[in-house]
């Protein structure tokens, strides 16, 4: 029951609300950590084209919107770097090493 008055309640709102009710749908429901991932990387990847439409090589930013970008990015490759098997191998010796000293 409470699945359908969610779903209703998510067709009368508006897309940023309705954004928020399916995470906490997810969440009562069980995690769907893939699909949260997905939609949020799809989010990050159209707000960084937004961005890029309005920033011109030769602009001048505020040093604090240089480093947020940078962090985003450093935060980005990270994970890809974890899921692409890059930090695998440095997270399995670490493992490894904790599990065999005596």
């Known amino acids: 029951m409470l699945q359908k008055e969610m779903i209703s309640l ?10 928020d009710i399916m995470k906490l749908k997810n969440l009562l429901e ?6 949260m991932a997905r939609s949020e990387l799809k989010r990050t990847a159209k707000i960084a084209s937004m961005l890029l439409d309005k920033i011109e090589d030769g602009d001048e930013l505020p040093a604090w919107t240089q480093s947020k970008i940078t962090k985003a990015l450093d935060y980005v490759q990270s ?5 692409d098997g890059d930090k ?8 490894y ?3 065999n000293t005596r």
Do not use: I, W
Not at 10 to 19: D, E
């Open 79 to 83: 994970v890809f770097n974890y899921m």
């Open 30 to 35: 069980g995690d769907d950590e893939g699909s």
């Open 88 to 95: 695998n191998d440095e997270a399995k010796q670490f493992t």
């Open 10 to 19: 998510a067709q009368r709102v508006s897309p940023v609300h309705k954004r």
């Open 97 to 99: 090493r904790k599990n």
